[in-house]
Each structure stands twice: as C-alpha cells, then as structure tokens.
C-alpha cells in the first residue's frame, strides 16, 4: 500500500502564494521522479513540474519563473511553491510519483487525490 497525500492549496488572490506539499508513504522501496500535474474545469490535466531523485528539475513554460518544486528524498515528500499567481492557474493540483514498492520489481505511477487552488482576480 503507497498513498500520497498533498496540502496546501486554496484560495489566494491574483499576485499571492502558495505552497503546496506531497507526502508519500507506506510500502516504499524506492522513490524516482515526482512532480506536480494540474487540470482545469473542461481541460485536460497538465504537467506543471517535476524533479529526479538527483535533482533534476523541469517546469512548463506557463510557470517557469514563477513556480518552484522541490523534494525533501528523507521525507519522501515534494514541495511546489508557487509565487505570482494567476487566475489561470486555477486548477487541481496532483501530485504523483514513480514509487518502487519492498519486494517490487518495478517502479509504478502513483497518484495524490488532488488540492483545490482556486486564484482570484
């Protein structure tokens, strides 16, 4: 059993802050790449970022700049904070991650339920 559980979103004016956070735990062996996916009423969901276990990050261009992941590899948690919000970031934010699982032989894609951010203009 893996469960990633995220915290931090909400409501925020136009120009705010937030910082959203991903905690995995249970059966885990292993953790490779985590990141943060977004979907918007009626759109499709969206990488937003991701970073390796080495550190590596990417970020869509829609956020770069703006945005910042990271991860804490003792916690087995992922961090997203995001500056100079905008109404159009309003979304779910998911987080997921490639988890190995004890006595697995393969890394599997996990899923967070999801964190309302909702940014007002």
């Known amino acids: 059993q893996v469960d990633l559980v995220e915290s931090g979103g909400g409501l925020v004016q136009a120009g705010g802050s937030l910082r959203l956070s991903c905690a995995a735990s249970?059966?885990?062996?292993?953790?490779?790449?985590m990141g943060w996916y977004r979907q918007a009423p009626g759109k499709q969901r969206e990488l937003v970022a991701r970073i390796t276990s080495g550190g590596t990050t990417y970020y869509a261009d829609s956020v770069k700049g703006r945005f910042t992941i990271s991860r804490d590899n003792a916690k087995n948690t992922v961090y997203l904070q995001m500056n100079s919000l905008k109404p159009e970031d309003t979304a779910v934010y998911y987080c997921n991650a490639d988890i190995q699982r004890w006595g697995g032989t393969y890394y599997g894609s996990y899923w967070g339920q999801g964190t309302q951010v909702t940014v007002s203009s």
């Open positions: 249970g059966s885990i062996f292993s953790i490779n790449a």
